[in-house]
């Protein structure tokens, strides 16, 4: 099973980075480009209220936790729009983004705005071939891509806001 486009199937979009920052709504941005059937929104920032809302037909998922490399906790430091995950920092609830990616039985198109977590990330993800779940990744470096672009197996475009 596949993240559609077009009709042909239930379209799953899962957003790493969703908080809600006035302007910035990147759930309503993806819904509107993509008409999920199924959205996933992850966001560890404590502006974010979990629960699951229909928005525009979608269903949407929204969990206050981090997507990282394993289940468990993280260093977490809250400053707005640049908020980040850090050493030593308040720690939150994250889990292994990965192996629930494996978990979830369909391909996906996935948004990252994760702060620089991304690289970790992402690496991970070639490492064991999660990237292959992934029909298109929206990406916002917050440096070059590292050259990571190259090495995913699936096309990668750069996320706007």
């Known amino acids: 099973m596949s993240a559609s486009h077009g009709g042909r199937g239930v379209t799953v979009v899962v957003d790493l980075g969703c908080a809600n920052y006035g ?3 990147s759930v309503a941005a993806l819904i509107d480009a993509y008409h999920p059937g199924q959205l996933y929104a992850f966001d560890p920032n404590p502006v974010l209220r979990p629960g699951e809302r229909n928005r ?3 269903s949407v998922r929204y969990r206050r936790i981090a997507a990282w490399l394993y289940d468990g ?3 977490y430091h809250e400053d707005i729009t640049r908020s980040h995950i850090v050493d030593g920092a308040q720690p939150v609830a994250c889990f ?4 629930w990616l494996k978990t979830l039985g369909c391909h996906v198109i996935l948004k990252m705005d ?5 690289y970790e990330l992402l690496e991970r993800m070639i490492a064991d071939g999660t990237d292959q779940l992934v029909d298109e990744l929206l990406v916002e470096w917050h440096d070059d891509d590292h050259g990571l672009t190259e090495r995913l197996a ?3 475009k750069q996320w706007w806001m």
């Open 56 to 58: 525009k037909g979608t």
């Open 23 to 25: 302007s910035q709504d």
């Open 114 to 118: 994760v702060e620089g977590a991304e």
């Open 73 to 75: 906790e993280i260093g």
């Open 96 to 99: 292994d983004f990965s192996a």
């Open 154 to 156: 699936c096309p990668v």
